[in-house]
């Protein structure tokens, strides 16, 4: 039976590649089947990933097959609003548990002096530190205005309280968004 996993994940292809990865390795493991392929969806006007998807290959078309498929992709962790997906029988799974926050770094309207002195690495560090337990960093994005950093966790609100402090004291995170994607 073909399925495809949609992902309502930002995730560029690397990222999506080490997912795809590590559903394989559990698929061989369980011997349910096995990841076929995948792809990256991207906004034509900005270039920016919307959503990613996955071919799987189960072994079989029983509904415990699909069921524990349904399990594992929950168990992995994957965002709120991502679907499994099958043509022949047509059905629609709704999957995922994870809320995602999207935070967007302004990259031309700051000082010269602050992209100079300031890391996006130190922000993706602090704020995956900040988030310890409740979220973690997945992607990110660089476009011509903006540099977005896409994390994956229990509560979007919790995530976005955790980070606040260190965006308000960060130079770098100065005329930033956050928003929910998931």
Known sequence: MELTLNLNSRLQPMHRHDLEDALQEILEKINLGEVMGGGTLQNPQTGEIESCDIEIHLNDDKQDSINRLVELVNKIGIPKGSALLCMVPEFKIEVGTLEGLAYYGNGTELPDEVYESCDINHVI?????????????YSYWEGNEWTALYFYGTSFVEMKQ???????????CQKCRIEQIA
């Open 162 to 172: 955790k980070i606040e402090p260190f965006i308000a004291s960060y130079p770098l």
């Open 125 to 137: 560090e602090q704020m995956t530190s900040a988030m310890e337990n409740i979220g973690s960093f």
